[in-house]
Nanobody
Framework: QVQLVESGGGLVQPGGSLRLSCAASGSIVSIDSMGWYRQAPGKERELVASVLTGSRANYADSVKGRFTISRDNAKNTVYLQMSGLKPENTAVYYC???????????????WGQGTQVTVSS
């Protein structure tokens, strides 16, 4: 009974910026990692960025220097600040969380519903 809800997607001009947010709620005991994936039309879903509880982050090579992932542990929320957006960044962006609940003793990955990011003039 965990829900991840993304927000912040939309249409933006090339070179513009967007900030995505993802809030996790439900029967959460703890969260290990949270991350952002994206899936462009006709392509497989790929990792964009992820961050651990201690804010250690990793990024896809294509977004390093332009995207920044951050996390507010108190709010169970992860953000993706995207700058210098390019048309090839157009995709549905999905939030993911590795979460332990009160029901399960093991870690479970949960997914948000996705938010559309379109970069076009």
């Amino acid at each position: 009974q965990v829900q991840l809800v993304e927000s912040g997607g939309g249409l933006v001009q090339p070179g513009g910026s967007l900030r995505l947010s993802c809030a996790a709620s439900g029967s959460i005991v703890s969260i290990d990692s949270m991350g952002w994936y994206r899936q462009a039309p006709g392509k497989e879903r790929e990792l964009v960025a992820s961050v651990l509880t201690g804010s250690r982050a990793n990024y896809a090579d294509s977004v390093k220097g332009r995207f920044t992932i951050s996390r507010d542990n108190a709010k169970n929320t992860v953000y993706l600040q995207m700058s210098g957006l390019k048309p090839e960044n157009t995709a549905v962006y999905y939030c993911n969380g590795k979460i332990r609940t009160g029901v399960l003793s093991s870690w479970t990955y949960y997914w948000g519903q996705g938010t559309q990011v379109t970069v076009s003039s």
